[in-house]
């Protein structure tokens, strides 16, 4: 990825920076020297990351009016009471296929994202006995009492980019944590604290 492409990215995820570039209150210099700092580039690429950022005021997307205009189409679920389970790698995979028939057997629903370390287990915490019968032995830890937030969004979805990074911006400018996210096709999936739900439902009004 090129400064140019890391300044862009940067700015998207970070909305209060997004808005100072928009309204003219920006301080390049300040912005450029963090963005250094936080993407751990060389100080001589300064020069080359403040011409970034005064090519992205001169861009009239930089808001992106492609996103903006994707999100006021897209509806808004939210599910209460979900847990996170974060399980060992080593978790013996026929059990948790099991599991999930079992939870949709009873009309439940379930995420499952295997990483390289671990496997993350979403579901509703109303099937936490069923899931510590099952996993007992192999739960790294666990979250429970969070909300799920599903974004339904239209199929053009996968032909814009910046879309996740935008979002990200809105809930970091909020200062609200998203203890997952996860997306299938047209749909992005994030968890957050119960604390934060009034606060995203605010910032998810499109």
Known sequence: MNLTQITKEYIYENAYLRKSIETDTANYSKIARKIIVDRNLKKNDFAAIVVALRRLKNNKNISNKNITNLLSDSSVEIKSKIIVYILEKNTYYKNILELE?????????????????????????EYEKLIQKYFKNNILKQQ????????KSPSTLENIPGVLAYLSGLFAEEEINLVEVLSCWTETIFIIEEKDISKSMKILKF
């Open 144 to 151: 429970k009492n969070l909300i799920q937030i599903t974004l």
């Open 101 to 125: 028939k079992d939870i949709r057997n009873l009309n439940g629903s379930t995420c499952v994202v295997e990483g390289i370390n671990a496997i993350t287990f979403i579901t509703s915490q």
